[in-house]
């Protein structure tokens, strides 16, 4: 007997799990604000897309980034539109997603070195926005020092997706076999 | 085996990775309009039997579904005439809408928005789902309207065959109640797993009795809950303590 | 259970009945607007502010809730804002267009999801060529919240998370085990739901509908709003 064509099956499968890391990634940081544990601080919306990143491919997994922020900020104000916060965060995300995925999925690196990968992008997306800025509203001062600011400001953050995104990531495969497998299979 | 049946099984057989065999060599059939209650302990492969029935699981053996055979190119086919109401109805209701949900079906079929809303409406009148709830998001709705929202997603496309996983979960009484009244009403063929023997009761003459993953009994339903040594012996009962 | 995490605020006012393609084509202008408004003279701000506050009035949205939603942004905006005055004239020049069109275009926002169903305009997105794509996506993430919502609620550890009192500790250990949790469940759940959408028909793309005609009326009152918001931003520039 024949099973389902797999290729529509796991489309409908990532679109699926996509929307409910997705999901996380708009619960996360409500919970985390009723605890007051600060957005910035703790990036609570990185780390289900970071999950993500690890678990789908890539288009998806930067859409899934592209896509929370900005449906946050329109669904609970924050992170905010204007200013705008929400856009690059989107474009963090996307970038930060991809490569997680990427480096992860198609280029098959250790998860330690997809993760670390995906950090480092994820700075790069900060530092080219932090002299995008300075350009434009012709602020004088190095927008390095912001970028150095923010990533010393979050790095609970950093180690909690460093400790925490590679478990999510064995639990979900030993959930889900077939996604560990479609891995090794490529 | 007689594939004029609404559903016809031989041989079915399937194990999950890296886990022992789910289901062997199963083969039974119903006929049009019968209504049969799969009956078995938690465990026993109910579940899983139905997910290979609608190909979402690749088992060995064979599926009729109304003369046509489960294979490749015939999976939309078989899946239009076999329909699955998962346990969890939560988890068949992923549109924005009820309304969305249940013209999905018709939608992805081709058919045109008039013609799906009109088949839509069919269908929640056909399960005793109020107009008014068309419009609601799922989460809006109780356990019982969920149950019957995701009944109307499935039966717009007009199966032959209803196959039911664990449908009174959740239900309180008066919703179990309700829910029988309304599978009592449909035309399909139906295939109620349960462990629920009093819902399987009020619906279904015949009875089929999965063990570990095999089919051990098709008997009369009515004998098989007067024997209660039987009952013992499949797991369906335990043994009274007094 | 209802969402309690959007914006949305019930009502019946006419810019709640507008159609969401109107609101989005008269937002278009106004952001333009925004653009294009010069930061001195800032009369043409001030006139934009004035048509958003007719906005709130005519929704019925109310003082207190607007400076509720908005206050949230103080520190986003007013931090920079008082940081540029201790700098250059540009840099000064910058903290108050940054100030200034950030309230502006979170004003606008504002007015728009505390109108709108989050529903209504993704169900619109998941029409749309190209962004149709992302539009299913934002749905299916919106219909995994309310799920997961419904699975928080359910999970012992989140009502030890909610304990006042609770020690760090527990904190910490409680919304971790909860989020790997959710997680697996997650995984395991959407597992089911891809297989849904293929026993219904799911081909590679969710079934599109054509939607409704947008009315005449609510075109031209979407295009009117647009057009006088581009006026007034631009104005003091043909002066």
């Known amino acids: 007997m024949s099973k389902v064509r797999p290729d529509t099956l796991s489309k409908a499968r990532e679109l699926s799990l996509a929307g409910l890391l997705g999901a996380l990634g708009l619960l996360l940081p409500i919970g985390f604000h009723a605890l007051g544990w600060g957005g910035k601080i703790f990036l609570p919306m990185h780390l289900p897309i970071l999950v993500g990143g690890f678990l789908l491919n890539a288009s998806i997994a930067g859409s899934l980034g592209l896509i929370v922020p900005l449906l946050s900020a329109v669904l609970t104000g924050m992170p905010p539109l204007a200013p705008p916060v929400a856009p690059l965060m989107a474009i963090e995300l996307l970038i930060k997603g991809s490569v997680a995925s990427f480096a992860y999925r198609r280029l098959r690196l250790p998860l330690a070195a997809a993760l670390l990968l995906a950090l480092i992008s994820d700075w790069l997306v900060l530092a080219l926005a932090a002299f995008g800025l300075a350009e434009f509203f012709r602020i004088e001062d190095s927008p390095l020092i912001y970028v150095g600011g923010a990533i010393a400001l979050s790095w609970p953050g950093t180690v909690l997706q460093a400790a925490i995104a590679p478990l999510a990531v064995r639990v979900i495969e030993q959930r889900v076999p077939r996604l560990a497998e479609a891995r090794r299979r490529r | 085996m007689a594939v004029t049946s609404a559903l016809s099984i031989e041989n079915l057989s399937y194990s999950y990775p890296n886990a022992g065999t789910a289901i062997e060599n199963v083969s039974f059939s119903i006929a049009s309009g019968e209504r049969v209650a799969l009956l078995g302990a938690n465990g026993a492969g109910k579940s899983t039997l139905l997910w290979c029935l609608v190909g979402v699981l690749p088992a060995q053996g064979r599926v009729w579904v109304g003369g046509t055979l489960l294979g490749h190119g015939t999976e939309r086919e078989i899946r239009r005439n076999l329909a699955l109401a998962f346990s969890e109805p939560d988890d068949q209701l992923f549109m924005l809408t009820v309304e969305r949900d249940v013209t999905f079906g018709p939608l992805a079929a081709g058919d045109d928005l008039e013609t799906a809303n009109e088949k839509a409406l069919r269908a929640a009148a056909e399960v005793g789902l109020r107009t008014e709830l068309m419009q609601r998001p799922p989460h809006e709705l109780s356990s019982g309207e969920k149950r019957r929202a995701a009944l109307a997603a499935i039966l717009v496309s007009g199966p032959k065959v209803l196959a039911l996983d664990e449908p009174t979960n959740s239900l309180d009484a008066p919703g179990r109640q309700a829910l029988a009244e309304t599978l009592a009403g449909l035309d399909c063929a139906q295939l109620i797993a349960t462990h629920d023997l009093g819902f399987a009761s009020q619906l279904c003459t015949r009875a089929l009795v999965m063990v570990e993953g095999r089919l051990v009994d098709d008997t009369d339903l009515s004998d098989l809950l007067a024997d209660r040594e039987r009952l013992i012996q499949y797991g369906l009962a335990t043994e009274s303590r007094a | ?239």
């Open chain 3, 1 to 239: 259970m209802t969402s309690s995490v959007d914006l949305y605020v019930r009502g019946n006012s006419p810019l709640h009945r507008l159609d969401v393609r109107a609101k989005v084509i008269a937002l278009t202008g106004f952001l333009i607007a925004t653009i294009l408004a010069p930061t001195r003279p800032i009369w043409p701000s001030v006139a934009l502010f004035v048509m958003l506050g007719i906005g709130i009035a005519v929704a019925h949205l109310g003082l207190e809730l607007v400076v509720k939603r908005l206050g949230g942004l103080t520190l986003v905006i007013g931090v920079p804002f008082l940081l540029s005055r201790f700098g250059s004239l540009p840099t000064q020049l910058a903290g108050e267009m940054f100030a200034l069109k950030s309230l502006l275009v979170a004003s606008a926002f504002l007015l728009l999801t505390s109108t709108t169903r989050a529903e209504t305009v993704l169900d619109l997105a998941v029409r749309v060529p190209v962004v149709g794509g992302l539009g299913a996506l934002a749905a299916f993430i919106l219909r995994g919240m309310h799920v997961l919502i419904g699975e928080v609620m359910r999970t012992n550890r989140s009502w030890a998370l909610r304990a006042p009192g609770a020690s760090l500790k527990v904190k910490v250990s409680g919304l971790t085990s909860a989020s790997i949790s959710l997680l697996g469940r997650a995984a395991a759940r959407s597992e089911r739901v891809g297989a849904a959408m293929v026993l219904r028909g799911f081909d590679g793309a969710l079934p599109v509908s054509v939607a409704d005609p947008l009315p005449r009326h609510h075109l031209a009152a979407g295009f009117a709003i647009a057009i006088v918001s581009l006026l007034v931003g631009s104005i003091s520039r043909w002066l």
